[in-house]
């Protein structure tokens, strides 16, 4: 039975000066845009839900196949497939916001010029409390990662970007890097709000009986538990390295990891894969958050974020 | 609409070489459940299995919903473990599934290997509305035939060990201009329903066919499972699986 006392915990968070009702939010492309799991799971439930990538002008995305499951993970070059900024916001975006949920819209583009362009256009909409700048997609030639493995780069996007808008800015970092440290200050004295990461990191698969790669694309991106080491690792390195909040992702499936990126310095975390397998997992972890709260004496869970002891 | 639920599996058995028929119990996916769509499933206990794999519904009995399938990988081979009794999890019924129109006087199926699944059930509902069909089976040879209780199926195998020599679409082309307003279904691997879609073309035939890929989400909401249609890439778990046949983009590779 639920402990009741449970209903004391306040699982709130305020995040670059956006407030979320809890501190799970769902992970961007991985909950289309966001409306897809209706009626099953609402996307309200969520902290915040962050959109798949929207780019300026209507993307086809990768040759399939485009997802594979490895073990312990997937991989996916889906490729930023989206319906473009002028449908997402004449239509997905009202029907996303009919369901009152806390919105953040992930931006990617093949310049920097798209890029600002884009964001000029999210300037000011109702209903968009936040950016994400994707500068770590795997999957894309142009653009993606190739802006978010070089600081001076990222740090240069983040400026422009920042200055375009007039909603909280978050950083979505790739693992694929050197020094993460040194991608997080970047972003951060360029004006980033905060970070988000990982990303997926890059990897493949091969058909051994036709001898080539099991995806169209050739390579894609791994997520799912498989990356969760490595994603902890990166949250807990450049969360030390910055002082603006860090969203922790990658392959958290359940409460437990949840708590892992939240001591290791996350102040909110996203899950991605976990709602393919468990469309519900955004309950069971929120859930799980007020017990830990509860069993280790917290009033708020914001309390548990960097309690990691070294 | 979708749901997802805990199942029991109430039966599961194999019934050819590699390929495994499982029931499980869900009165309200029963109730809903038409002809085409599929189910999304994984073991309730955690395991090996990541992702959910979709399985087409083959028929629905009673509160029982089955599925047939045959154990390509790591995940059927692992689903096809399960004993009887034990608990699944489930999501479902998803997709769009087969139009059936009154405006057809003869409804064609046509079934190669495994696409045989969902045919099944599309069958006893075309029957149960009293629509006259006719159902073309094909498969390599006798010894990979799949029993079928439909009855009055025409029969083709690759090498002529059983029925019609030749594929399934032969048998099909062969008696084509013995159909009156005719509308054709169609599951089975990819050149088959290339094949199938070419000839309901040039005969002026409206053609619905099953497709399958990789699926990650099962909704519409992650992209990984498109094909590319005509005019754009389409989601197979939520603007399909079942397509038709002028919306596909024929020339390409199928990525299975």
């Known amino acids: 039975m639920k402990d009741i006392r449970t209903k004391n915990v306040d699982v709130s968070v305020e995040i670059a000066g956006i407030k979320m009702r809890n501190p799970v939010l769902a992970a961007s492309g991985t909950f289309g845009y966001g409306t897809e799991y209706l009626p099953l799971v609402s996307p309200a439930l969520f902290g915040a839900v962050i959109t798949k990538t929207i780019t300026l002008l209507p993307r086809a995305g990768n040759k399939p196949p485009r997802i594979y499951e490895t073990p312990g993970g997937m991989l996916n070059s889906i490729g930023l497939a989206n319906v473009g900024a002028k449908k997402f916001l004449a239509e997905k975006l009202p029907e996303l916001l009919s369901r009152h949920p806390v919105v953040i819209v992930n931006i990617a583009g093949n310049t920097m010029e798209e890029y600002v362009e884009l964001a000029g256009l999210l300037k ?71 970070i988000s990461l990982i990303n997926t990191l890059y990897g493949m698969a091969v058909d051994i009986e036709k001898q080539k790669p ?51 310095g996350a102040a909110a975390v996203q899950i991605g894969t976990a709602s393919f397998v468990n469309p519900g997992t955004v309950k069971e972890i929120v859930n799980g958050l007020k017990d830990y709260c509860l069993k280790k004496g917290y009033s708020k869970v914001s309390q548990i974020t960097g309690k990691l002891a070294l | 609409m979708m749901l997802e639920q805990k199942a029991t599996i109430t039966s599961h058995q194999k019934i050819a070489p590699r ?19 599929f189910v999304h499933l994984k073991p309730s206990a955690p395991g090996p299995l ?140 990819w050149p088959m329903l290339r094949r199938t879609a070419l000839i309901c073309r040039q005969h002026h035939i409206d053609c619905q066919v099953s497709l399958e890929a990789f699926m990650a989400c099962g909704v519409g909401a992650c992209q990984g499972c498109v094909v590319k249609g005509v005019k754009e890439y389409v989601t197979v778990c939520r603007q399909g699986p079942v397509f038709d046949s002028r919306e596909i983009d024929w020339e390409q590779e199928s990525g299975l």
């Open chain 2, 19 to 37: 390929v495994f028929l499982m029931a499980f119990a869900s009165p309200q996916m029963a109730a809903q459940a038409s002809p085409g769509q």
């Open chain 2, 50 to 189: 990541l992702l959910r794999r979709p399985f087409s519904i083959n028929r629905v009995e009673g509160k029982n919903i089955f599925i047939m399938y045959r154990v390509v990988g790591r995940g059927t081979s692992l689903i096809s473990s399960l004993p009887k009794g034990t608990e699944i999890d489930v999501l479902g019924p998803l997709g769009n599934g087969f139009e059936i129109s009154r405006k057809y006087q003869e409804h064609v199926l046509l079934a190669g290997g495994m696409g045989l699944a969902p045919m099944q059930f599309l069958a006893g509902r075309l029957k149960a509305m009293k629509l006259e069909s006719r159902f073309f089976y094909g498969c390599s040879c006798k010894k990979e035939l799949l029993p079928c209780p439909t009855p009055g199926k025409v029969i083709a195998t690759d090498d002529g060990s059983c029925g019609h020599k030749g594929f399934v679409t032969d048998a099909f082309l062969s008696r084509i201009d013995k159909f009156k307003k005719p509308v054709v279904y169609a599951c089975g691997p």
């Open chain 1, 214 to 264: 099991v995806l169209g694309n050739v390579t894609g991106g791994l997520s799912g538990p498989a990356v969760k080491p490595v994603a902890l690792y990166n949250v807990f390195k450049a969360g030390r390295a910055v002082k603006i909040p860090v969203i922790g992702l990658g392959g958290i499936m359940n409460s437990a990891d949840a708590v892992e990126f939240l001591l290791a």
């Open chain 1, 124 to 194: 000011g909409r109702p209903g968009i409390s936040g950016i994400e700048l994707n500068i770590s997609c795997p999957n894309v030639r142009q653009g993606g990662v190739a802006f978010g493995s070089d600081p001076v780069q990222a740090a240069r996007l983040t400026a422009l970007v920042k200055k375009a808008i007039d909603q909280p800015l978050i950083v979505k970092l790739s693992p694929n890097v050197a020094d993460i440290a040194a991608i997080a200050r970047a972003v951060e004295q360029a004006g980033a709000d905060a």
